[in-house]
Nanobody, 122 residues
Framework: QVQLVESGGGLVQAGGSLRLACTAS????????VAWFRQTPGNERNFVAA????????DYADSVKGRFKVSRENAKNTVYLQMNSLKPEDTAVYYC???????????????WGQGTQVTVSS
């Protein structure tokens, strides 16, 4: 069993930056592909970024390419989402999710965090 906890959300002005962290406990994170999703009220949860367990290959939604960067620090059982040049439309609850031996493009995930709120003011 893996427990995921997101942190680092908050309020930031447009153009600013935040770094989210997804920290796992319960098992080693090294064999889990991790993805970030975001959700606004009344809408579906949308893919933001992902990083694989094997080679650290990354993938991004078109809306965040060039502004967000996902990385992992296996020694700390943590995956980060560095968010730069934030826009008001980035406002959402951000969730991390993990799949054992997962691949980019996975549609379902074994574990989810509780989410962290990111609010970008204009």
């Amino acid at each position: 069993q893996v427990q995921l906890v997101e942190s680092g959300g908050g309020l930031v002005q447009a153009g600013g930056s935040l770094r989210l962290a997804c920290t796992a406990s319960g098992r080693s994170f090294t064999t889990y592909t991790v993805a970030w999703f975001r959700q606004t009220p009344g809408n579906e949860r949308n893919f933001v970024a992902a990083i694989t367990w094997s080679r650290g290959t990354t993938d991004y939604a078109d809306s965040v390419k060039g502004r967000f960067k996902v990385s992992r620090e296996n020694a700390k059982n943590t995956v980060y989402l560095q968010m730069n040049s934030l826009k008001p439309e980035d406002t959402a609850v951000y969730y991390c999710a993990a799949n054992y031996l997962g691949k980019l493009g996975d549609k379902s995930f074994d574990y989810w965090g509780q989410g962290t709120q990111v609010t970008v003011s204009s």
